[in-house]
């Protein structure tokens, strides 16, 4: 049987976060990440808006080792969607 966990890392501030969470009755795990250490980590910043600073959206699929399996990569309205695979070690 599969065993799956799902987190969120978002650049809101914690008390906004939980907000949304809450609206949406989400019950797995939020990160507040308003310095966007992860974002400048791996690179991701949307570069067509400079002034708001936003982040491309990643789903990483990660294997046992916190090896990623598969990345996607894009918006949930665009249409350019793409799945990479890769075997780099998702660092802690």
């Known amino acids: ?13 914690h008390h906004k976060l939980q907000e949304f969470r809450a609206a949406v009755g989400a019950q797995w795990t939020f990160l507040s990440d308003p310095d966007r250490t992860v974002q400048k980590d791996l690179d991701i910043q949307e570069y067509t808006d400079p ?27 665009g249409d350019a969607r793409r799945l990479l695979t890769c075997g780099t070690t998702c660092a802690a």
């Open 51 to 77: 002034e708001h600073n936003p982040v491309i959206p990643h789903t990483l699929f990660l294997k046992p080792g916190l090896v990623i399996y598969s990345i996607y990569n894009g918006y949930w309205f």
């Open 1 to 13: 049987m599969a065993y799956t966990q799902i987190a969120t890392i978002s650049t809101d501030d």
